[in-house]
């Protein structure tokens, strides 16, 4: 069975520093989408970032990147310039196939002014 | 767009009784997927739905039903409600196999 374990319940940082929050996952597939996504208090899961299991290049979307280690089966996102806005809850999510989306716990993240 | 539209968006039920969310999915998408989120934790996948069929299923008891129409809208249906139930449920819908899942703002089930 696929899981997804994100390790960092709370993190805290001030706005314009970078942070990272990290993920790893189980899976015996060689196919596979990796995401993350941010859940901000008003409740709608908004997609941040998509990694392609197939492509080695990290996925790059403005201030926030991905460092995709296959072999570790590690997925962490950076965030840099923090900003206010970026307050909220950030699931790690993996997808294989026409399958469900696998979600981590989550990790909450405050940005302080 | 309208994006993936959920209703209602609160709901308060009392044990034993039973309840009907709905979902609207994006335009132009064809598959409808449903998650039970608790407080604090990750989303957890019930079922999904293609051409009007349950096409995958998860870890959740015959009291989750579900429906998909010919518009591909969704209901979701939980009979005998418990108080575990209490949860927020999430709609989400996509078009492809690895496509992006778009999610609604999801429905805030209280049992009481």
């Known amino acids: 069975a696929q899981t997804v374990t994100q390790s960092q319940p709370e993190m805290s940082v001030q706005e314009a520093e970078t942070v990272t929050l990290s993920c790893t996952y189980d899976t015996s597939e060689n196919n596979y989408y990796l995401f993350w996504y941010k859940q901000p208090p008003s409740r709608q899961m908004i997609l941040v970032i998509r990694q392609e299991a197939y492509k080695q290049q990290n996925a790059t979307e403005n201030r926030f990147s991905v460092n995709f280690q296959k072999a570790a089966k590690s997925f962490s996102l950076k965030i840099s310039d923090s900003q206010l806005g970026d307050t909220a809850m950030y699931f790690c999510?993996?997808?294989?196939?026409?399958?469900?989306?696998?979600f981590g716990q989550g990790t909450r993240l405050t940005i302080n002014p | 767009d309208a994006g993936v539209t959920q209703s209602p968006t609160h709901l308060i039920k009392t044990r034993g009784q039973q309840v009907t969310l709905r979902c609207s999915p994006k335009?132009?998408?064809?598959?409808v997927s449903w998650y039970q989120q608790a407080l604090g934790q990750g989303p957890q996948f019930i079922f999904q739905y293609y051409e009007e069929e349950e096409r995958q299923r998860g870890n959740f008891p015959d009291r989750f039903s579900g429906h998909q129409f010919p518009n591909y809208s969704s209901e979701l249906n939980v009979n005998a409600l418990l108080l575990g139930d209490s949860a927020l449920y999430l709609c989400?819908?996509?078009?492809?196999?690895?496509?992006?899942?778009?999610f609604g703002q999801g429905t805030r089930l209280t049992v009481v």
């Open positions: 999510a993996f997808i294989q196939g026409a399958q469900k989306l696998v």
């Open positions: 335009s132009g998408h064809d598959t």
């Open positions: 989400a819908s996509s078009n492809d196999v690895n496509t992006e899942a778009f």
